[in-house]
């Protein structure tokens, strides 16, 4: 485990609660500049901030909420977060449940892989993720009664599932 990993593991309450802070003041200046409306809340679990960005249904939010854009500007927050506290960030950002819904996303494709699984493969592979989604698959997977393990280096590393 390098130090940044182990720095964010033990952030105190307080470090999220800035950290979280400092991503809402920067996502707010990101919304007031494109016009667009929503809410922001800030939460600290898991050794991570939270932030999410809700508004009600019929605004103009959808227009960040896809995973791609919800990406995007994680890693813009993460920077901002890192440029003003001086500690890398990893945050986590949700604009109008995009997290939610990609959860769901990923269940299926685990869903898939198992049958894969059930039908005779010794493995099946998923694509590369980001490392939050291969927790969150790996999570999917252990509730499912299967191994899985991440495997590959930079933007192709990827989770791989096996029988128990």
């Given at each position: 485990?390098t130090d940044?990993q182990?720095?964010t593991?033990?952030?105190?309450?307080e470090?999220l609660?800035?950290?979280?802070d400092?991503?809402?003041?920067?996502?707010?200046e990101?919304?007031d500049?494109?016009?667009?409306?929503?809410?922001?809340?800030?939460?600290?679990?898991n050794?991570?901030a939270?932030?999410s960005?809700?508004?009600d249904?019929g605004?103009?939010?959808?227009?960040?909420?896809?995973?791609?854009?919800v990406n995007?500007?994680q890693?813009?927050?993460r920077?901002a977060?890192?440029?003003?506290?001086?500690v890398?960030?990893r945050?986590i950002l949700?604009?109008?449940g995009?997290?939610?819904?990609r959860?769901?996303e990923?269940?299926?494709l685990?869903?898939?892989?198992?049958?894969r699984?059930?039908?005779g493969?010794?493995e099946?592979?998923?694509?590369?993720?980001?490392?939050?989604?291969?927790?969150?698959v790996h999570?999917?997977?252990?509730?499912?009664?299967?191994?899985s393990?991440?495997?590959?280096?930079?933007?192709e590393?990827?989770?791989v599932i096996?029988?128990?």
């Open positions: 485990m940044v182990n720095d593991q033990t952030a105190t309450r470090q609660d800035r950290e979280g400092v991503a809402a003041d920067y996502i707010e990101l919304l500049i494109c016009d667009i409306d929503g809410d922001i809340d800030i939460d600290a679990r050794g991570r939270y932030v960005v809700n508004a249904d605004t103009n939010l959808r227009v960040l909420a896809n995973p791609e854009a995007a500007l890693e813009l927050t920077l977060v890192q440029s003003k506290t001086g890398f960030s945050l949700d604009i109008g995009s997290r939610d819904a959860q769901a990923l269940a299926a685990v869903g898939r892989a198992i049958e699984i059930e039908a493969s010794s099946a592979a998923l694509p590369p993720m980001s490392s939050y989604e291969r927790k969150l999570d999917v997977v252990a509730e499912r009664g299967y191994v393990e991440s495997r590959g280096e930079g933007s590393r990827h989770t096996t029988p128990a």
